[in-house]
């Protein structure tokens, strides 16, 4: 006679759930994987299609900054110490991680959210500055409110903005960023050595493999997630994608969750989401895609909206 398995009992799930959170074992595993990942594309670059390469390599880049994303808001029962060394290795390069923590938590003050001065996320422009553009700068801050514009050009508006941000800073005679830039620099030195020396790798290629295409999917990820509305948490979208986007970005695209609850750990938004989907589609308004082939289809050659703030 074949045994009867015994059904887990309620205390065994409550005791699985503790565990869980108390290890944070779902984003150190992912954590470990996604650092042997990035290693072994780099390393058997050669023997991978430069196109696949691309496509994978951008998933890891992109894996990577949703994992800072969670070091920031989640991780709680991780010591601080450790949280920092999990995710503080620069595999993107452009970006010192303590300046997106400082940004990014910025960004999460949500009465402030797509505030043209006050959101260091917003793609929005006061109507005074706006006014004082000239015509070509106009034309192009309305063509990255397209998705195709965003994707292509996106990455390198983002570097240009970064770069004007820190000279200016320099200029002013402020040197506050300095110790920032060279700790990133100290980063960015072993990771350099280990792609162009220890594997081969030419820079240019890991910049159009990793790098540029790490930066294009954060760009499809925020292309649409915040709007203007009078109500701050109607200004927060909800994306339901597939599951390798969920992965991804680390079900960051359930973004009025994640605004509604920053420490919810990733692995509980999709969930939280099930449970209570009328009641969040209710809050933000249904401020809601189904994934990213609908925003693409509306999108990809049609502005998401004008981009001077209606109400600033």
């Given at each position: ?84 060394a999990l995710v503080w290795p ?199 895609y189904s994934g990213y082939g ?19």
């Open positions: 006679m074949t045994p009867t398995l015994a059904r887990p009992t309620s205390s065994d799930a409550a005791f699985a759930q503790r565990w869980w959170r108390r290890c944070e074992a779902p984003t150190l595993v992912l954590a470990v994987l996604l650092y042997l990942a990035w290693a072994a594309l780099v390393r058997w670059h050669p023997v991978v299609p430069t196109a696949l390469l691309f496509v994978l390599g951008g998933c890891v880049a992109q894996l990577h900054s949703s994992l800072q994303h969670e070091a920031i808001h989640a991780m709680r029962r991780v010591p601080r110490a450790l949280r920092l620069p595999l993107n390069l452009w970006l010192p991680y303590a300046l997106y923590h400082r940004s990014h938590s910025s960004h999460h003050v949500n009465f402030h959210l797509t505030h043209p001065q006050k959101d260091t996320e917003s793609v929005y422009h006061s109507a005074q500055a706006w006014e004082a553009y000239g015509p070509l700068r106009r034309a192009l801050f309305a063509a990255n409110q397209t998705l195709a514009f965003r994707l292509v050009a996106g990455p390198w508006l983002c570097l240009a903005s970064l770069l004007r941000s820190e000279v200016g800073r320099l200029a002013r005679g402020d040197f506050s960023h300095v110790g920032i830039w060279l700790v990133h620099a100290a980063g960015v030195a072993p990771i350099l050595w280990y792609v162009t020396q220890f594997c081969g790798m030419p820079l240019a290629k890991y910049l159009l493999c990793f790098v540029y295409p790490g930066m294009m999917l954060g760009a499809l990820r925020s292309f649409t997630e915040h709007r203007w509305d009078d109500a701050p948490h109607e200004r927060v979208a909800i994306v339901e994608s597939n599951a390798l986007f969920g992965l991804l970005y680390l079900n960051n695209n359930l973004h009025h969750v994640h605004h509604r609850s920053p420490t919810m750990p990733w692995y509980e938004i999709p969930g939280h989401f099930r449970r209570h989907r009328e009641s969040v589609l209710a809050a933000n308004g249904n401020f809601y609908q925003i693409a289809r509306r999108y990809l050659l049609r502005p998401v909206f004008r981009p001077v703030h209606p109400h600033w």
